[in-house]
């Protein structure tokens, strides 16, 4: 079974930059979810989608960041302008609809804002 | 906000030791899970321990459950160095399912 797939693995831009990362759950997980991790901290919830809706978006500072996830299958993260402290590993994760506890981790995508 | 805090931030050990890691947290939850992330293979579930559960073990790990003191304890026996990572605990409450991350304990296994 394939895993979640995440691209890019590194992404390095300036400040006030735009910058897109895209995620491809395991085949069949019907959520979806999207993960700020700080350096020294633990993953942060910004979204979580049930097929294409929104579930939870309680911690995605929407004034900057936006996610879609159309079909309910792939899923775009998008930050705009990026900030310093924006500088973190965004992880991409995928949960099926049996237990749905365990939630399947994508590699991740290591931003830095300069 | 990060409900669960890990205790010890850090752990370095020798091979074939045991390593115990502690986890803390503030209401009342659903469930704990334990995650470990190493570079090699990013975040990884380890094991689920309901709130009516006291302890569960899979293979080498032993994780326990002490609700009335709001905290869990994962055991790592007979440590390997590819043990070597961060190991997280993350607990859903309410009437959420979706786990909140404390800030992890980095255990280095040294071979």
């Known amino acids: 079974e394939a895993g979640v797939a995440q691209s890019p693995r590194y992404k390095i831009i300036e400040k006030r930059q735009s910058v897109a990362f895209w995620c491809n759950p395991i085949?069949?997980?019907?959520?979806l979810y999207w993960y700020q991790q700080i350096l020294g901290q633990g993953p942060k919830l910004l979204i979580q989608?049930?097929?294409?809706?929104?579930?939870?978006d309680s911690q995605l500072p929407k004034d900057r960041f936006s996610a879609e996830r159309l079909k309910g299958v792939d899923s775009t993260l998008k930050i705009q302008p990026a900030k310093l402290e924006d500088s973190a590993v965004y992880l991409c994760?995928?949960?099926?609809?049996?237990?749905?506890?365990?939630?399947?981790f994508g590699p991740g995508t290591r931003l830095t804002v300069t | 906000s990060q409900q669960g805090e890990e205790d010890p931030q850090a752990l370095s050990i020798q091979e074939g030791e045991n390593a115990t890691m502690n986890c803390s947290y503030k209401?009342?939850?659903?469930?704990l899970q334990w995650y470990r992330q190493n570079s090699g293979r990013g975040l990884v579930h380890l094991i689920l321990?309901?709130?009516?559960?006291r302890e569960k073990h899979s293979g080498r790990l032993r994780v326990t459950l002490d609700t009335s003191k709001k905290s869990s304890s994962l055991l790592i026996t007979a440590s390997r160095a590819a043990d070597t990572a961060s190991y997280f605990c993350?607990?859903?409450?309410?009437?959420?399912?979706?786990?909140?991350f404390g800030r992890g304990t980095s255990l280095i296994v040294h071979p």
């Open positions: 994760a995928s949960s099926g609809t049996g237990y749905v506890y365990e939630q399947y």
């Open positions: 085949s069949g997980h019907a959520t």
């Open positions: 989608f049930q097929n294409n809706g929104v579930v939870d």
């Open positions: 209401t009342s939850i659903n469930n």
């Open positions: 321990i309901r709130s009516n559960e």
């Open positions: 993350a607990h859903a409450s309410g009437g959420s399912y979706i786990p909140t």
